[in-house]
């Protein structure tokens, strides 16, 4: 089937906003390491618990402490629409997890 040129140079429909978006926090909860929205070593959980890549490793073993659930990057999100949607102010850090290494 082939796809009509016209049909692939319209706009594309936009998905409407649920309202509910990433809190993007700023820091690891378990050093406390402060990670900006554009970090690339930021990682996260499905519940959005925020960790750095080296706590990650070193002492959460892959593994969120708070679900059980594993971690995935954090998407980075982009400035331009960080004027709507603001990252998270709030910092969230839970003593005792952290392994000095």
Do not use: Y
């Amino acid at each position: 089937m082939a796809i009509d040129p016209a049909e692939a140079l319209r706009p594309k429909r936009e998905v409407p906003h649920t309202g509910i978006v990433m809190e993007i926090r700023p820091n690891c909860e378990c050093c406390n390491k402060d990670l900006p929205p554009e970090a690339s070593d930021a990682m996260i959980c499905t519940f959005e618990c925020t960790w750095c890549t080296s706590c990650v490793r070193d002492c959460l073993n892959g593994v969120c402490p708070n679900c059980g659930g594993d971690m995935q990057p954090r998407p980075i999100r982009p400035p331009s629409a960080l004027a709507k949607f603001p990252a998270s102010a709030e910092r969230v850090l839970q003593p005792g997890l952290h392994k000095l290494v």
